[in-house]
């Protein structure tokens, strides 16, 4: 009011307030895989941002909505009207997810699809989509249902997939991941040249300022909180990571892009909005995310802890040979079934339900024998690519030799002619 911030409405202030706080640590992630921190630290900053977005873009469409023209309600009214639809996008989205993940798992454990790959694939692009389809559909939230889906299916439909799909979905989805983050950040670029810009000093000094602060508010309390629960203590270092680790990108400028007011210097406020976003996620990225190794490397981060011993590998389908070893359920010895080995401490609440009654019912109880046909399916694939390889190179070097020889067949013919 005063000149020292921009003005804005109570609806448009909530409204960018969510958007802004919508994180995107591809970088800080990226840093972590190089480093090979701690797992635990990378799926803490992971888990929280890709629910932090889920809430994120919700919170930002229900205010929207209250904000839209012909909505009168205002006070007490509007926080209720607010908290009711939040809750109703959330919880129903995520109960969308959840239900088409859990069809796709009973589906494809009773309908045996491993000897034919191509249509395995093709279902799960399907039940991947299928849930953000029906979700926007009825005015829901397609991004929280598809992220509790991949969730759920991860858990449970992943372990019913021959392991040649389970590697094409694992690095289709990669690569479509990548070039997305990839065509995102380009549009980032050009937004700074092809955008009408509007730039307010104050709204982005302060708009910096309010999201580390903030986002101090939240990590440090609620770490702290955490720790008397956690049998994995949440260190001071890791903590300071996590809040380092707070850059904005993608998502918040493009719920900025979508962002329409109504009424006085409307289209200016929304100038205005867009650019600060833009500026935060610039700043974020460039400062905080070209500091993160640094700063790590300074902190003396914990990184994982290798073994002598062979360890279970994090990802399903990183070391092709030893993911069908690794997979919980999946037992050699004994039987014509395996049986689901807890090989941690007694489990309790959810995690024994699930180990118990869930996991059964929903993943393929392999037999030895399937347990050694997947293996064989695989090490088959492998073998038929390093021998393509090998035929490659065999090929590179029969055509440098054919190239040598040809050319000592001209010199020689040179020299002929010269005598």
Request: with cysteine; glycine share 6%; hydrophobic share 50%.
């Amino acid at each position: 009011m005063a000149g020292v911030v921009y003005e804005l409405s109570l609806a448009e202030s909530f409204a960018f307030g969510s958007l802004v706080s919508a994180v995107d640590p591809i970088a800080t992630l990226a840093i972590f895989q190089a480093m090979d921190m701690d797992p635990v630290l990378y799926m803490l900053v992971f888990g929280e941002s890709i629910l932090n977005d889920a809430v994120s873009i919700v919170l930002t469409t229900t205010i929207l909505e209250l904000a839209a023209p012909g909505s009168s309600a205002n006070g007490g009214e509007a926080f209720a009207h607010i908290l009711g639809r939040f809750m109703l996008m959330f919880f129903a989205s995520a109960l969308i997810g959840v239900a088409l993940a859990l069809v796709s798992a009973l589906l494809l454990k009773w309908v045996d699809l491993r000897r034919t790959p191509s249509l395995e694939f093709a279902m799960m692009l399907v039940f991947m989509y299928t849930p953000y389809a029906l979700a926007e559909s009825l005015k829901l939230s397609g991004i929280m249902a598809i992220l509790f889906a991949g969730i759920v299916m991860s858990h449970y439909t992943h372990h019913n997939l021959s392991p040649v799909t389970q590697v094409t979905v694992q690095q289709t989805f990669r690569t479509l991941a990548f070039l997305a983050e990839t065509c995102v950040f380009a549009y980032l670029g050009l937004a700074i040249f092809s955008f009408n810009h509007l730039f307010k000093a104050s709204f982005v000094i302060w708009s910096i300022a309010m999201c580390l602060l903030s986002r101090a508010t939240n990590i440090f309390p609620l770490s702290f909180l955490l720790n008397y629960f956690r049998e994995h203590k949440i260190t001071k270092k890791m903590q300071f990571i996590m809040w380092f680790s707070g850059l904005r990108g993608a998502i918040a400028f493009a719920l900025a892009l979508q962002i329409s007011f109504t009424g006085e210097r409307a289209e200016e406020k929304r100038r205005v909005i867009v650019t600060t976003t833009l500026l935060v996620v610039l700043f974020t990225i460039l400062f905080l995310g070209g500091s993160t190794m640094p700063m790590m490397k300074l902190l003396k981060a914990e990184r994982r802890h290798r073994r002598k011993v062979k360890e279970i590998s994090l990802s399903k389908t990183m070391e092709l040979g030893e993911a069908i070893d690794s997979e919980p359920g999946v037992s050699e010895v004994g039987g014509d079934e395996s049986d689901v080995r807890i090989v941690h401490k007694p489990l309790h609440g959810f995690l024994r339900l699930d180990a118990k009654y869930l996991f059964p019912l929903l993943t393929r109880h392999l037999s030895a024998t399937e347990t050694h046909d997947d293996k064989m399916q695989l090490r088959k694939l492998t073998g038929q690519w390093t021998s393509g390889l090998a035929d490659d190179d065999d090929e590179a070097a029969r055509l440098r030799q054919s190239g040598s020889s040809s050319s000592d067949e001209q010199v020689q013919f040179e020299r002929g002619e010269g005598e």
